[in-house]
């Protein structure tokens, strides 16, 4: 079975360009995260989605940053514009409800902002 | 403010002793905890959980406590073995269905030979 899978891996991207990272969860999962992590702070919840509905955005750091999730297999995290202090690994993961709170996780988008 | 804190950034321990890593909490709402390990260039992968009506869960080598009272979890690997040197993640929550992890900043786990 696949994973949730996250493009691009690496992005390097000058101050002021929109970024756009993507993410397909896994089939049938219906819940999907965006997760950013930094050495200060960890990881952090940056939104997530229900049956694609987006239920709390209040991780989102600023209105730079944005998700969407048009359909069950596919969402977006696009930062504009891009500031180097959003220089950071962004996750995507999925899940469903079975009792564990299992999390799945995609291997993850490096970005660098200059 | 870190609600989740895993204060001990990095341990070393040797291939069959025991690892313990530790970490606090400050909420008292959260009453769902779990164990992430993440190694370099992957994603975090899920190791264990605990409710917080039980205080030990076990699943072969890996045993999580919890501590209520002192608002304190841990994880103990017994023995340890060198594919265990990771980064591991302890993280919070209290919506019930594990929706809004609060996370911990990590310790570096290295088993050395």
């Known amino acids: 079975d696949a994973g949730v899978i996250q493009s691009p891996r690496h992005e390097v991207t000058e101050m002021g360009q929109e970024v756009t990272l993507r993410c397909k969860p896994i089939s049938g999962h219906d819940y999907l995260f965006w997760y950013r992590q930094t050495m200060m702070r960890g990881l952090e919840l940056l939104i997530y989605f229900n049956n694609n509905v987006p239920i709390d955005d209040s991780g989102m750091p600023e209105d730079r940053f944005s998700a969407k999730m048009p359909n069950a297999s596919f969402s977006t995290l696009k930062i504009q514009p891009s500031e180097p202090r959003d220089s950071a690994v962004y996750f995507c993961a999925s899940s469903t409800w079975t009792g564990t709170g299992e999390l799945f996780f995609g291997e993850g988008s490096r970005l660098t902002v200059l | 403010d870190q609600q989740v804190k895993q204060n001990s950034p990095s341990l070393s321990v040797q291939e069959g002793r025991i690892s313990i890593l530790n970490c606090d909490y400050t909420n008292s709402m959260f009453d769902y905890f779990l164990w992430y390990k993440k190694y370099p260039a992957e994603g975090p992968t899920f190791l264990i959980s605990?409710?917080?009506?039980?205080d030990k869960n076990e699943d072969g080598r890996f045993t999580v406590f919890l501590n209520k009272s002192a608002k304190h979890l841990s994880l103990h690997i017994v023995p340890s073995q060198p594919g265990d040197s990771a980064v591991y993640f302890c993280a919070a929550d209290y919506t019930g269905t594990a929706s809004k992890l609060t996370f911990g900043t990590g310790t570096r786990l290295q088993v050395t030979l």
């Open positions: 605990i409710s917080s009506i039980k």
